[in-house]
């Protein structure tokens, strides 16, 4: 899993200046160049980099690994590849020997992240928290290496800080400099409502980091803020500040939202293997090189020359094809993406796939529209028919142009669109 990368990357001028600074050592070696190439790739800002150089430095003279945390909070059952930009990048450095540290947020989900809301998040329940944290780390092992991966929860630490501690820790911190945010200045100026709670979600946050005793914290560019306060918070205790790495937001299938089961734009990473390849070949072209820069883990030569094979003619669903037969083999083993990209291509050829499911009905005959609907692939009888207007219905490979048909007793393959199938067997 580990990333190849070159250790003679481009870097920053900031960083090539690095042994001008105080305390730097001559020159960067080897190690830590490989390991700041690492740091940034596909990275949108690393604070401050000089500092994380210094702190590779400190590592790699001293023996210690350095300590990288990742939070995550439990708001849904499941992880999506979206999640997983930042987690491959925990996985990259957990592959350098640092310690990684996979955050549950079990106390702050019950606050709720305000990150990006024009209104207040409802809070969960500790019954919804305590269910959705059971498959959060089992999914994120299958990215992350769990025999070297450190598992906490922060109600640890926020639990026994109680009414006390929560208002020593507001006093380390600023009402002016909380409304710096950009979701709560919209917000104050709007005259939307904020709740107390909401402004000491970063406080808690920022906790983490003093409580874990951070070296790096990784996140997505909407979390930037509360990184920062995390790192001013622990120079508040006297403890060195940790440096900050946002990722970007990986948009969703749609190619302009922001990856979100609620917006169902998503690819779960425990998703069948046949759906998983088919959603990644379903991205537009644009879109793909985002993702092979945020998920794929070959080096950025390789996929720099593939991008300059498509530009000057190459098909570009060859190149996306193999993009999604490396994230399907990621999750499902090389064989089941074998797989997988059979199906599709079964699928593009007018095929029918091997997986389907069988549903038997009564009533035949039966309309068209209701036979689809309470055949489970279409959510309304009219959702059907609108789809029988456009061409988009099949009965055993014939199209379906008569809304008004009933289908007569037996059993067949029903297709809508490219990808839904069901065995039909239809009793009279």
């Excluded at 200046?17 to 105080?22: G, I, K, R």
């Excluded at 490989?34 to 949108?44: H, I, M, P, Q, T």
């Excluded at 499941?78 to 491959?88: E, F, R, S």
């Excluded at 068209?368 to 279409?378: H, P, T, Y």
Aim: net charge neutral; charged share 25%; aromatic share 6%.
């Amino acid at each position: 899993m580990t990333l190849p990368v070159s250790a003679s990357a481009v870097l920053s001028p900031a960083v090539n200046d690095v042994s001008a600074q105080p305390g730097a050592s001559p020159a960067l070696s080897e190690r830590v160049r490989e390991a700041l190439a690492v740091s940034l790739r596909g990275c949108e800002e690393l604070l401050p980099e000089t500092e994380w150089v210094r702190k590779l430095q400190r590592s790699e003279a001293n023996g210690q690994p350095l300590r990288i945390k990742l939070g995550l909070d439990p708001t849904a059952p499941d992880i999506h590849i979206g999640h997983t930009v930042v987690l491959n990048k925990l996985r990259q450095l957990q592959d350098l020997g640092h310690t990684v540290i996979f955050l549950i947020g079990d106390f702050t989900s019950m606050i709720g992240d305000p990150s990006g809301r024009n209104a207040t998040r409802p809070p969960l329940t500790r019954e919804q928290i305590t269910a959705n944290a059971q498959t959060y780390y089992a999914q994120a092992s299958l990215v992350l290496d769990p025999a070297r991966t450190e598992i906490r929860y922060n109600s640890e630490w926020s639990d026994p800080l109680g009414a006390r501690g929560l208002i020593e820790l507001a006093a380390k911190y600023t009402l002016a400099r909380l409304l710096e945010r950009d979701d709560f200045t919209k917000r104050f100026k709007a005259g939307s409502p904020i709740s107390i709670h909401e402004l000491l979600y970063p406080l808690m946050q920022g906790y983490d980091s003093v409580a874990l005793k951070s070296d790096l914290e990784l996140g997505g560019t909407d979390q930037k803020f509360n990184l920062l306060v995390g790192r001013a918070l622990q120079q508040e205790y006297g403890q060195e500040p940790q440096c900050v790495l946002t990722m970007p937001l990986l948009e969703g299938l749609d190619g302009v939202e922001k990856m979100s089961k609620s917006k169902n734009n998503y690819i779960g990473i425990t998703e069948p293997a046949n759906s998983m390849f088919a959603k990644v070949l379903s991205i537009n072209d644009v879109q793909m090189w985002k993702w092979f820069t945020l998920l794929s883990f070959r080096p950025e030569a390789e996929i720099a020359a593939l991008k300059r094979e498509v530009e000057a003619g190459r098909n570009p669903k060859d190149a996306k094809v193999q993009l999604a037969h490396e994230i399907t083999a990621r999750f499902h083993g090389p064989a089941a993406a074998a797989a997988a990209e059979e199906d599709f291509q079964r699928r593009a050829a007018g095929g029918v796939p091997d997986d389907i499911s069988e549903v038997s009905l009564a009533g035949g005959p039966l309309a068209i529209g209701a036979l689809l609907k309470q055949a489970g692939l279409v959510p309304s009888t009219s959702e059907g028919l609108r789809l029988v207007e456009q061409g988009g219905v099949r009965i055993d490979g014939g199209v379906v142009s008569d809304k008004a048909l009933k289908v007569a007793p037996g059993t067949f393959v029903v297709q809508v669109g490219k990808r839904k199938f069901a065995r039909v067997v239809l009793a009279g």
